[in-house]
């Protein structure tokens, strides 16, 4: 059975990196590949397999968008319901998006506060990259190991029970800017 589902999951790897291959910029193209396979590999074969190619494609490539532009030593949290009318792809869960640096404690920090305020976590996807920015934040590219200049980064894309209440979503996003920046305190 394991067997069947890693051979399912490779199969819808490979048909999200063919949406990179036809959707994406050709001038990012290669670095989205590079963090979509590396946000693949951190699900597990069965959240792969229950999922859409279009869907894991677009919470991929919002997870990337959301870390276009980010200064270091801030952290950029969205909280959001994607649809297919507004965002291109779907989820039946409200989505968390963070870029943070990378830290000691963040994922277990911020599965905390969603606890704290009554949430299930379902899926958690939590990339490391290695960035490089310019004077203003936006991103260059992502760096390969060994590759001096860059910073280590967190992204994460949590999928939470469906928030529905606006109001509610957005305390959740300052709720957990403000527990990232208590981590950042307590690790700097």
């Given at each position: 059975?394991?067997?069947?589902?890693?051979?399912?999951?490779?199969?819808?790897?490979?048909?999200?990196?063919?949406?990179?291959?036809?959707?994406?910029?050709?001038?990012?193209?290669?670095?989205?590949e590079?963090f979509?396979?590396?946000?693949?590999?951190?699900?597990?074969?069965?959240?792969?397999?229950?999922r859409?190619?279009?869907?894991?494609?677009?919470?991929?490539r919002?997870?990337?968008?959301?870390?276009?532009?980010?200064?270091?030593?801030?952290?950029?949290?969205?909280?959001?319901?994607?649809?297919?009318?507004?965002?291109?792809?779907?989820s039946?869960?409200?989505v968390?998006?963070?870029?943070?640096?990378?830290?000691?404690?963040?994922?277990?920090?911020?599965?905390?506060?969603?606890?704290?305020?009554?949430?299930?976590?379902?899926?958690?996807?939590?990339?490391?990259a290695t960035?490089?920015?310019?004077?203003?934040?936006?991103?260059?590219?992502?760096l390969?190991?060994?590759?001096?200049?860059?910073?280590?980064?967190?992204l994460?894309?949590?999928?939470?029970?469906?928030?529905?209440?606006?109001?509610?979503?957005?305390a959740?996003?300052?709720?957990?800017?403000?527990?990232?920046?208590?981590v950042?305190a307590?690790?700097?």
């Open positions: 059975m394991a067997a069947n589902n890693d051979a399912a999951a490779a199969e819808r790897v490979e048909a999200v990196l063919s949406l990179v291959a036809k959707r994406a910029d050709p001038r990012e193209r290669a670095h989205l590079a979509g396979r590396a946000y693949l590999a951190g699900l597990d074969a069965e959240d792969v397999i229950e859409d190619a279009l869907d894991l494609y677009g919470a991929m919002s997870l990337w968008q959301v870390a276009g532009t980010r200064t270091p030593g801030e952290a950029r949290v969205r909280v959001f319901n994607p649809s297919v009318d507004e965002q291109g792809w779907q039946p869960h409200t968390v998006e963070i870029v943070n640096d990378d830290m000691p404690f963040l994922v277990d920090s911020v599965q905390m506060e969603i606890l704290r305020q009554g949430l299930a976590v379902n899926l958690i996807a939590h990339p490391i960035v490089r920015r310019d004077a203003e934040g936006r991103r260059l590219g992502l390969r190991n060994g590759e001096e200049g860059g910073v280590r980064e967190s994460m894309h949590v999928e939470v029970e469906r928030v529905a209440d606006a109001a509610r979503r957005s959740l996003a300052a709720d957990l800017g403000r527990v990232l920046a208590d950042r307590v690790v700097g």
